[in-house]
Each structure stands twice: as C-alpha cells, then as structure tokens.
C-alpha cells in the first residue's frame, strides 16, 4: 500500500486550502472588525454560525458547482486535487475569520482611539492591529489547518478518491476500513495524529517562542 | 517566501495531473475493492499512455455521475439500471466484460438453517420467516439492487422489518456491520473474497442460477455530453474487451480463487 503519496496530498492540500482561506478569512475578519457598514453584526453572526459549516454540505455544493453540468464545469476541476483546495478553503475560511475577527475586533476597541488620535486611518492601524493579535492569528491559522486536514466528507465528494490522484490520509482510512482493513486504518490513522501533532508543534516551535 | 513555495507546490500539482491524457472511470466499489482495476489498468496505460481514474461509487451513483457529465466511461452492473441510463440517451455502446457470482454470507452459527442450499428464494423466506438479522447496503448499487429482485421473487417486503437493517453504505461496509452483528448479507464474490475482516462470517448460500454477476463498459453519448474524451474511453472500452484486456481480467486471483470471469462476447446496440 502507498503512504506517502496520500500522506504529501493531504499535507500540500491542506497547506494550500489553508493558505487560500487564511487570506479570505483575515480579509474579512479585518473588515468586519475595522469596517463600518449597515449589516456588519448580521455578517459577524453568519461567519460564527459557518464555525460549524459541515464539510459534507460544502462537498456537495463545490461538486454542483464544478460538475459538468454545473456553472464551473467547464474548468474541469471536478475530482482534481485543485477542487479539493477550493473546497476546504472554503472550510477554513469561516474558522480562520471568526477567530481572528474576535481578537481584531478587541484589539480595536482597546487601541483603536489612541492609534486615531495618532493620526492612523483604519488601514494604517490594521497591520498594528494585526501584529497585536498575531497569536490568534497563529491559532487561527493552526485551526483550519486541522480542519483541513483531518475532514473527509468534502474531500470524498469532490476529489473522489482517485488512487495516486485524489486519496488523501482520511479518504485511504474510509477505503481501507470498507475493505476491512482495519489495522491499516487505524495505523493511517495514527499517521494522520503524527502528521497533525507535528504540524502544531513545528508551528509553535517556529512562531510560539517570540509570539 | 513560504507562500511562494505552496504556489510552486499548488503549480507543480496542477501541471502534474494536465502532463499525460487521462479519463475517468466511473465504476463500482466491487470492481476497485476487489484490486482488479488495480491490477489490470497498469497494462492499459503502458500500452497507450492513457492514464485512467478510478472513481469507485455504487452503480446508481456511477451511473448518475455519469450523467452528469463528470466521467468518460462506465464500468457498473446493475442491468435494468444500464437499460434506463442508455434509454435516457446518456450511453450508446454497452458491452458485457466481465462476470462473477453473488453470494449469501452469514455467521457461521447460521440461525436461518440455509447454509448449503443453492435456491436464494426459499433462504430468503427462511431469513424472514425467522427474523434473522438481514444487514441490506440500501445505496442502490448493483448488488444493492440484485438483492432487492430477490425479496421481490419471494413476495415479501422486508422494508421496515426490524431484523432487516438498512445500512445505506457500500459492500465493504455492509460486510463490517454483518460482521459485528452477526447478520446475514448479499455479496458479490469479488468483495467477499479480498475482504480482511470477516471474523465468524462463511459462505451460506451460492449457485443460485440467478447469481450471475454481469460487468458492462458503457460509452457515453458524445452528443448529450460533448466535454468528455469519447476517443480515449473508447480505447479503453475496446481493450476491455478485446483479448489483452479479457486475458488480465481473467488472470486476477484472490487466495488463489478466480475473481471475474472474462466473458466479452456480447454486444448489446441500443434502439436509438
């Protein structure tokens, strides 16, 4: 059985799906924190709500949308890795921005009246705001990050599980536990702990000490 | 500068899957479980350079993603199931490939009495009558839909019957649960054989004549679905069929068990 290509999908996937939802997510958590506008608590509600976005639904909807038969079919993206990454971008993104609006949003309030009398405009203060919460912005990252990496309904739907192709670490355990091959399983499983276990710790280990 | 690199990393994987041609085959769980397509699409690719994805979904779901567009070829088995999907005018050219058999298996205790008969009529009455635990995959794949003609031959409707359990999951699944419970469930062999965790469960009920197991490749229809590669699948359906495929399909083995019967002699033409 191969492991390390499921294990280098899951982990670049992830990376990439992070990445992509770490830049929607600080977007719009710098938005809503810093931004005044008529709806904006509504929003705050929505991507609060969207913390428990579950990743079947957004498999299902990314596979409408990138089908053939759907709006984005024609860029062929269906059961390609490239559709894997939208899809758990769009699953980090909502936790990426809930937790980094709520730390914006209090550093905001604490120093957003000196930082004006200062003169800073709120676009000026936001990478001061943003330097103030970078361990929640750490957090936030190393969240979706494990979201990414250890959900398996959307990857199901939308890379369909192509060996050499489309298995990540959670779809070769839902195969392997269907053939029966419970020991194989449970050690992907473990793999999958290390791997997740590592990652926050290289995180921290890189970050953590002069956060 | 690390986000230059997962750049480079999300290039690299996008030219890595545009480098060679590739189609996709939607086929079933019991074709991809079992390791053939494993086994014999390397041959195919070395051959011809096509490169060939293996989606493994039950045949109702093969065939609706199919239909959608979303793959260049089917390999399922589920007939009345194929008949409807060429009738819809999404296939043109079905081919029988393949067959192997369907079987009951159960714990070996074997509360129904059944094991030894060859006649899945009367073991199903027998399951019923009894109220031995029935484990049913519920996904409307093929064998999903070969067990359900069978309590339809009996006359009974076990829908709704506590001893029949609805699982709505794939073979290897349904095989787990028969496991753990101890229930009786419709197999095919393929699965059956390469399956690791059968614990107290055996064969109880094999060669009933309505058993047979048929695999078909379909050709989509490039009319209804212009986007897919019609000339690559139609490579891959012709050495299905043709003498290099039917000789690895039949050289795949299981514990020294014969998993699929090559058995490509068969045209079907739909009306159109």
């Not at chain 2, 699409?41 to 350079?49: A, D, E, K, M, Y």
Request: net charge positive; hydrophobic share 50%.
């Amino acid at each position: 059985m191969q492991i390390w290509a499921p294990i280098f999908l899951s982990l670049w996937v992830s990376a990439a799906a992070t990445l992509l939802g770490t830049l929607a997510g600080v977007s719009a958590a710098a938005v809503l924190a810093l931004g005044v506008f008529p709806g904006r608590g509504v929003l705050v509600v929505a991507v609060n709500a969207l913390l428990g976005l579950p990743p079947v639904v957004v498999g299902l909807v990314f596979y409408l949308l990138l089908s053939h038969s759907g709006p984005l079919g024609d860029l062929g993206l269906l059961f390609t890795p490239t559709a894997m990454v939208l899809a758990q971008a769009a699953l980090a993104a909502p936790i990426i921005c809930a937790l980094v609006h709520r730390s914006l949003e209090h550093s905001w309030a604490e120093f957003g009246p000196p930082l004006r009398v200062l003169g800073a405009t709120r676009l000026r203060a936001l990478p001061v705001l943003l330097g103030m919460s970078r361990r929640a912005v750490a957090t936030a990252i190393l969240a979706g990050f494990g979201r990414c990496l250890s959900e398996v309904g959307a990857v199901l739907i939308v890379g369909g599980n192509i060996l050499g192709h489309t298995r990540s670490l959670t779809t070769s355990i839902v195969l392997q536990t269907a053939m029966g091959n419970l020991d194989t399983s449970l050690l992907l499983g473990l793999v999958l702990v290390g791997v997740s276990v590592a990652v926050s710790a290289g995180g921290i280990a890189l970050g953590g000490a002069r956060l | 500068m690390r986000r230059a690199w997962l750049l480079a990393a999300i290039l690299l994987g996008l030219s890595g899957t545009a480098r060679a041609e590739s189609i996709v085959l939607a086929s079933t769980t019991s074709v991809d479980n079992s390791g053939v397509l494993a086994k014999i699409l390397p041959v195919f690719t070395q051959q011809t350079g096509i490169e060939v994805k293996v989606l493994a979904q039950g045949t109702g779901q093969a065939l609706a993603t199919a239909a959608r567009g979303d793959a260049d070829l089917v390999l399922v088995h589920d007939p009345d199931a194929e008949a409807a999907f060429i009738a819809q005018g999404h296939g043109i050219l079905r081919r029988e490939i393949a067959w192997n058999d369907f079987l009951f298996v159960g714990p070996k205790s074997d509360a129904a009495g059944i094991a030894g008969s060859h006649d899945a009529v009367l073991a199903l009455k027998a399951i019923a009558t009894k109220g031995v635990a029935f484990v049913t995959r519920g996904d409307k794949s093929g064998t999903d839909a070969a067990e359900k003609r069978l309590w339809k031959k009996t006359g009974i409707n076990p829908v709704g019957q506590p001893w029949y359990r609805d699982i709505g999951g794939g073979m290897g699944a349904a095989l787990n649960v028969a496991a753990a419970m101890e229930a009786v469930v419709f197999t095919d062999r393929g699965t059956w054989l390469s399956f690791q965790n059968k614990r107290d469960l055996v064969a109880l009920v094999e060669g009933d004549a309505s058993f047979i197991n048929r695999y078909d490749v379909i050709q989509m229809n490039p009319v209804l679905h212009p986007n897919i590669k019609q000339e690559a699948a139609r490579k891959l359906a012709d050495w299905l069929a043709g003498p290099v495929g039917q000789r690895e399909i039949g050289a795949v083995e299981q514990g020294g068990v014969q998993l699929f019967h090559p058995d490509a002699d068969k045209v079907y033409v739909p009306r159109m």
